[in-house]
């Protein structure tokens, strides 16, 4: 008739901390790329962006050809947010510019490489700060800031990264809040476990293509594929995490309803895994005007946000 998970003792992330920080070198001299590298892996940025748009371990390719890992602002609208008129209001997060400032790279006083890019987010006022510790083992420490937004009180849907991974890495184990999808005030129904997913389990086809798949109270998410070869990702925090066959462009519909259905959304030739900080609620007390959307503690504000992770390959 009923259940209900109660918490014995509190959870306490682990510190986020290199397990090699010493070992990995960088070349600068290509005007293109800037290149990271250790005996078993090499990772390139992508020198007009600032994004990590090649990274290799053992021989095995982490990214889908020609994507980067990406900051991402957006959801595929749902009902409620296209009742709010969300999709008006908001959609300069839906894909705004980022106009790279600048680039540095050194070695930190730990031995790493350390990474640093600063971006303007066009639309909105805000400044994107990036920075990425690499260890000699191919580990990432990734640093997300975002200040100065010129309107605070502005909501955003999500706060996080997208990683887009070949299409074999279509398998998701985590400890966290599932199987089923859930957000910040949708989620008591889901227990808190250790679940293995595909992706193809985790996008339910609604009657329109909208946000799906995401799942939070994260502690630890691993993307790989059958033979274990992908990537683990840990947060100083409980995070939120999805690994899908479709991107957030491929699912939303925009600023109005195309009365597409599911079925005719094909997806694409890549497992797409999103990991957010933070992201706000579904909302829905009415699927109109103001009451569509999430009450205020699950609304998530343009203010300055920090989202700190790890990516650890899985094959070291």
């Given amino acids: 008739m009923a259940r209900q998970q109660l918490p014995v003792t509190s959870w306490t992330a682990p510190a986020l901390a290199l397990t090699d920080a010493k070992g990995a070198a960088y070349d600068n001299d290509n005007s293109m790329r800037l290149k990271v590298y250790g ?25 889908e050809n020609g994507t980067s890992i990406t900051p991402n602002f957006w959801r595929a609208m749902t009902d409620n947010d296209m009742g709010g008129g969300f999709a008006h209001s908001y959609s300069h997060w839906a894909n705004p510019e980022l106009k790279q400032k600048d680039m540095k790279v050194s070695y930190d006083s730990d031995g790493s490489v350390l990474v640093s890019t600063t971006h303007d987010i066009t639309g909105t006022g805000a400044t994107l700060n990036l920075t990425y510790n690499i260890g000699g083992n191919g580990e990432i420490l990734v640093s997300q800031r975002m200040s100065g937004a010129t309107d605070t009180s502005a909501l955003m849907p ?17 400890y966290g809040r599932g199987p089923v999808e859930n957000y910040i005030d949708r989620h008591s129904s889901q227990f808190i476990g250790l679940y293995t997913q595909t992706a193809d389990q985790q996008a339910y086809h609604y009657i329109r293509p909208q946000e799906t798949g ?29 690994a899908t066959h479709y991107t957030v462009a491929s699912l ?45 503690k699950y609304r998530l504000k343009a203010d300055d946000k920090e989202f700190r992770f790890k990516i650890a390959p899985t094959s070291i």
């Fill in 39 to 63: 005996d078993r892996f090499n990772l390139e940025f992508d020198k007009n962006t600032g994004l990590i748009c090649s990274y290799n371990v053992n021989g095995v390719d982490m990214l």
């Fill in 158 to 174: 999500r706060f996080g990264m997208t990683v887009t991974m070949p299409r074999d890495m279509n398998l998701s184990h985590y």
């Fill in 214 to 242: 995401t799942k939070s109270d994260m502690r630890h998410w691993s993307q790989t594929d059958k033979g274990g070869r992908g990537l683990r990702i840990t947060s100083d925090a409980p995070f939120y995490a999805g």
């Fill in 252 to 296: 939303d519909e925009g600023k109005s309803k195309s009365n597409l259905h599911f079925q005719e959304i094909d997806p694409v030739d890549a497992t797409v895994l999103n990991i957010d900080g933070s992201h706000m609620g579904l909302g829905g007390i009415t699927s109109w005007g103001d009451h569509s959307l999430p009450i205020e």
